[in-house]
């Protein structure tokens, strides 16, 4: 019998949030589908994480992924942006945790040397490997739909690894692997 597992990859944004799937069977990797969620017409901020939300919830219902991976936000000098950015991943993350689909983030340097082997590659570089590597003929436009492919092929490759970053099976793990950043009433 065939060793079939979906994973779904994310790169969380409020602007637009890009998104992967890729079908992995007999550990070799099948491109299924990418596309982005554009928030750029919605001004609420509350409103795009509600779409973030939604949207990440059907494609949990629609393809049933075994595993998430998500691109997490990198430090940027901005702090109203590294907010905004670590909301869209937390409300990203909820929802993947709210349907038990264990959850991996990635640091996007980690991910570019997955991709890569360079970690200060550009989202071009990134974008022409996995193009590659999937077969894909055409590049979306934006490129954002590419980077939450690339968290999926990197959760891919860093499979059976001892380290491949913080990784959450459910609301109880989350909350064990981050006692100090919960406060018990």
Request: charged residues 25%; proline residues 3%; positive net charge.
């Amino acid at each position: 019998m065939a060793e079939e597992k979906i994973i779904l990859g994310i790169d969380p944004g409020t602007t637009i949030m890009g998104f992967g799937l890729i079908k992995v069977v007999n550990k070799k990797m099948e491109f299924l589908q990418l596309n982005e969620l554009d928030l750029k017409k919605y001004n609420d901020h509350y409103l795009k994480l509600k779409l973030i939300f939604e949207r990440t919830i059907e494609l949990i219902e629609t393809h049933h992924p075994d595993e998430i991976a998500i691109e997490a936000p990198f430090f940027g000098k901005n702090v109203q942006s590294m907010l905004k950015l670590g909301r869209a991943q937390g409300v990203a993350m909820a929802a993947g945790l709210s349907r038990e689909v264990p959850i991996t983030e990635y640091a996007p340097k980690k991910i570019k040397m997955a991709i890569t082997g360079n970690g200060n590659a550009s989202k071009e570089q990134v974008a022409k490997m996995l193009q590659s590597m999937l077969g894909l003929k055409t590049l979306p436009k934006n490129l954002d739909s590419m980077d939450g492919l690339g968290a999926a092929v990197c959760h891919f490759y860093n499979q059976g690894r001892v380290e491949v970053g913080k990784s959450y099976s459910g609301w109880s793990a989350f909350v064990k692997q981050n006692e100090k950043r919960v406060k018990n009433k």
